[in-house]
């Protein structure tokens, strides 16, 4: 099969498109032919050599797919070859073939098609399980999520509003803070000019955000602390800002907030499943209706896997990147 090789690590001049042996089905397992593979800031992260697949996982970039069912492994029930669906992955994705457990592979919502249904895994699975089941975000809470424009914040934006929050995201241009606002975004903040603390403080007459959505870690702990509600729960899903800061232990107590850190990707495959199986049940609905949808900025062939990692290195996009076979 065709698959993205990395030739060791570093920037995205290290990735090409080489020669792979096809997967097989495990026990367990199905293999999906791929149409199309989501990007993630996770994958820059692996290609540089910070972010390891799991053990046992493929080595190949891509945590989210969406294809066709190739093979079934044994003990599979419910999946058939022909059948088509979107993948949560640990690995595999940018090729042509990836074997997936059956529990990370869920159906294509009505009204979407095969293509763009490649970038919701990750963004649905992230959303739902951090801000819902997790932080127990509540109707008429208020609901701060950093990066508006990205994949995460486009979809936390939609789902938070659509299940009644008060939504308030940052964006670093204009037209990225009217986008945000289309989504369903009540208050923007250009986190270049504005301080974000002033604004949700203003925005929520000095209460602050019940829950926040941050992938920066370090750089944001203490303001984040800052800007969160009595009983506020932050939950930090990234490190782009950094992996070690200063933690105020006596502000976060007369908050009696909660920080609460998490990954996706590293957890076990029965938590994995579990997790897709929620989104299934409560998000897909809202997707087959129109009310949440996936943002897609554009997609590109995967023999341009270095163009579309330049690009969301860049942070021009909005929305998800999506590699197509």
């Given at each position: 099969?065709?698959?993205?090789?990395?030739?060791?690590f570093?920037?995205?001049?290290?990735?090409?498109?080489?020669e792979?042996?096809?997967?097989?089905?495990?026990?367990?397992?199905?293999?999906?032919?791929?149409?199309?593979?989501?990007?993630?800031?996770?994958d820059?992260?692996?290609?540089?050599?910070?972010?390891?697949?799991?053990p046992?996982?493929?080595?190949?970039?891509?945590?989210?797919?969406?294809?066709?069912?190739?093979a079934?492994?044994?003990?599979?029930?419910?999946?058939?070859?022909?059948?088509?669906?979107?993948?949560?992955?640990?690995?595999?994705?940018?090729?042509?073939?990836?074997?997936?457990?059956?529990?990370?592979?869920m159906?294509?919502?009505?009204?979407?098609?095969?293509v763009?249904?490649?970038?919701?895994?990750?963004?649905?699975?992230t959303?739902?399980?951090?801000?819902?089941?997790?932080?127990?975000?509540?109707?008429d809470?208020?609901?701060?999520?950093?990066?508006g424009?990205?994949?995460?914040?486009?979809?936390?934006?939609?789902?938070?509003?659509?299940?009644?929050?008060?939504?308030?995201?940052?964006?670093?241009?204009a037209?990225?803070?009217?986008?945000?606002?289309?989504?369903?975004?009540?208050?923007?903040?250009?986190?270049?000019?504005q301080?974000?603390?002033?604004?949700?403080?203003?925005?929520?007459?000095?209460?602050g955000?019940?829950?926040?959505l941050?992938?920066?870690?370090?750089?944001?702990?203490?303001?984040?602390?800052?800007?969160?509600a009595?009983?506020?729960?932050?939950?930090?899903?990234?490190m782009?800002g950094?992996?070690?800061?200063e933690?105020?232990?006596?502000?976060?107590?007369?908050?009696r907030?909660?920080?609460?850190?998490?990954?996706?990707?590293?957890?076990?495959?029965?938590?994995?499943?579990?997790?897709?199986?929620?989104?299934?049940?409560?998000?897909?609905?809202?997707?087959?209706?129109?009310?949440?949808?996936?943002?897609?900025?554009?997609?590109?062939?995967?023999?341009?896997?270095?163009?579309?990692?330049?690009?969301?290195?860049?942070?021009?996009?909005?929305?998800?990147?999506?590699l197509?076979?």
């Amino acid at each position: 099969m065709r698959a993205v090789i990395t030739d060791g690590f570093g920037g995205p001049e290290v990735l090409s498109v080489g020669e792979l042996p096809d997967p097989e089905a495990g026990p367990g397992e199905v293999v999906l032919a791929v149409a199309a593979a989501g990007l993630n800031r996770a994958d820059l992260l692996q290609r540089q050599g910070f972010y390891p697949p799991p053990p046992g996982a493929s080595d190949v970039i891509g945590m989210e797919c969406s294809g066709t069912v190739a093979a079934v492994g044994e003990g599979v029930t419910g999946w058939a070859v022909g059948d088509q669906a979107c993948a949560l992955l640990a690995g595999g994705g940018y090729a042509e073939r990836v074997a997936v457990p059956a529990g990370q592979l869920m159906p294509i919502p009505e009204g979407v098609d095969l293509v763009t249904s490649a970038a919701l895994p990750e963004v649905a699975c992230t959303v739902w399980s951090n801000v819902f089941m997790v932080a127990g975000l509540k109707p008429d809470e208020a609901f701060l999520v950093h990066g508006g424009a990205g994949g995460i914040g486009t979809f936390a934006i939609q789902l938070a509003h659509r299940l009644g929050a008060r939504v308030l995201t940052t964006a670093g241009t204009a037209e990225k803070r009217a986008a945000c606002e289309a989504l369903g975004a009540d208050v923007a903040i250009d986190y270049r000019e504005q301080d974000f603390v002033e604004e949700v403080r203003a925005a929520t007459g000095g209460r602050g955000a019940d829950v926040i959505l941050d992938n920066m870690g370090a750089k944001y702990l203490d303001r984040n602390l800052d800007a969160l509600a009595t009983e506020g729960r932050l939950v930090i899903i990234g490190m782009q800002g950094g992996t070690k800061a200063e933690l105020d232990i006596n502000k976060l107590l007369r908050k009696r907030g909660a920080i609460i850190a998490t990954t996706l990707r590293a957890r076990p495959t029965e938590e994995k499943s579990a997790i897709c199986a929620s989104v299934v049940e409560h998000v897909w609905p809202l997707v087959a209706a129109g009310e949440v949808r996936p943002v897609v900025h554009g997609t590109m062939p995967l023999c341009e896997v270095v163009a579309a990692h330049e690009l969301m290195a860049s942070g021009e996009h909005s929305g998800k990147i999506l590699l197509t076979l």
